[in-house]
């Protein structure tokens, strides 16, 4: 299903952090949409430079973490290089696999994927965030809606609201209403099912 999906190039980390991009996919506007508390220890999933790592620090504030994954060394060695610059010391950088997130069960009480869903090749980047979040955690996910424009991937690649949904639920997800964020994307609140363990 997922054969086709490509992903972001990471030679291109630059252009993430240009206003360009931020006037497309603004970070504040889109975390806007979510409730993130104070203290709260939370996964930016498909990170890439930290465009919304920092925020998502400033929200949790010092006694909260942001866990900064991503599977791209290029991404990652540019975080680490803002988080120097910026002295953050809530931002933790982590390498991951696509089905491995070097994070223990349970730590996680809230989970971003902001323009991921669509690079998967599978469910297994889902599954780990699932066995990650605790289970009050929300996951987020925001993706580029499935119409034709300039900027972002092309059509074929993205997904619509329902296939984006039923990719969550088969990862066992309950996404909640799509969200309109922005004029050219849209936005998911997920939950874990209760377990029945």
Same mark, same amino acid.
């Given at each position: ?7 972001? @190039?990471? =030679? ?6 240009? +206003? %360009? $991009?931020? !006037? ?5 506007? *889109? ?38 994954? @991503?599977? =791209? ?6 975080? +680490? %290089? $803002?988080? !120097? ?5 809530? *931002? ?90 922005g004029r050219s994307h849209y936005g998911f609140a997920a939950r874990k099912p209760h377990s029945t363990?």
């Amino acid at each position: 299903m997922h054969r086709h999906r490509k992903k972001f @190039d990471p =030679e291109r980390v630059a252009y993430l952090e240009s +206003e %360009e $991009r931020r !006037a497309i996919l603004d970070p504040d506007e *889109v975390l806007g949409h979510f409730e993130i508390g104070k203290g709260w220890t939370v996964l930016d999933v498909g990170c890439g430079p930290g465009v919304f790592s920092f925020p998502l620090a400033e929200m949790v504030g010092p006694s909260g973490r942001v866990y900064a994954i @991503d599977t =791209e060394p290029l991404m990652l060695k540019r975080l +680490e %290089e $803002r988080i !120097a610059e910026r002295r953050v010391a809530n *931002v933790v950088p982590l390498q991951s696999t696509e089905d491995s997130v070097p994070l223990p069960d349970s730590k996680a009480d809230f989970a971003l994927m902001s323009t991921v869903i669509h690079e998967l090749e599978g469910s297994g980047t889902l599954r780990e965030v699932g066995r990650v979040l605790k289970e009050s955690g929300t996951l987020a996910v925001v993706d580029w809606k499935k119409v034709w424009e300039t900027v972002g991937p092309p059509k074929w690649i993205r997904l619509d609201e329902d296939q984006a949904a039923e990719i969550l639920r088969e990862a066992g997800f309950e996404p909640g209403p799509p969200m309109s964020v922005g004029r050219s994307h849209y936005g998911f609140a997920a939950r874990k099912p209760h377990s029945t363990k």
